[in-house]
């Protein structure tokens, strides 16, 4: 499985960025795709995910700014972010596991085996 993340840019706060994670190799349809995120000298920390069914999960920093969501008939997940502040400034990761994973564990990294080359994001005040 191959992951390809598009769409970062540097902005200013308040615009908005629409992230997408194109995968080729296999469909995202049986497991969870998710957004991370890693600042300078930070952990990675998820910042949304979407399961097969489409049910969605927000860190608290981002619910209600930002939306992810799937189109199966592309394989692509997009993040739409709106409102953006300069600390979501980070390099944005797309990744997805090799096997079901439960939602407990979506905010680790570790539990996923395939990720995108990432996109810088920056966000100026």
């Known amino acids: 499985v191959q992951l390809q993340a598009s769409g970062g840019g540097l902005v200013q706060a308040g615009d908005s960025l629409r992230l997408s994670c194109a995968a080729s190799?296999?469909?995202?349809?049986?497991?969870?795709t998710g957004w991370f995120r890693q600042a300078p000298g930070k952990e990675r920390e998820l910042v949304a995910a979407i399961s097969s069914g489409g049910s969605t999960y927000y860190a608290d920093s981002v619910k209600g700014r930002f939306t992810i969501t799937r189109d199966n008939a592309k394989n692509t997940v997009y993040l739409q972010m709106n409102n953006l502040k300069p600390e979501d400034t980070a390099i944005y990761y797309c990744?997805?596991?090799?096997?079901?994973?439960?939602?407990?564990?979506?905010?680790?990294?570790?539990?996923?085996?395939?990720w995108g080359q990432g996109t810088q994001v920056t966000v100026s005040s």
């Open positions: 990744t997805t596991p090799r096997r079901p994973l439960d939602s407990s564990k979506y905010s680790d990294p570790h539990f996923y085996d395939y």
């Open positions: 190799g296999r469909t995202y349809v049986r497991y969870v």
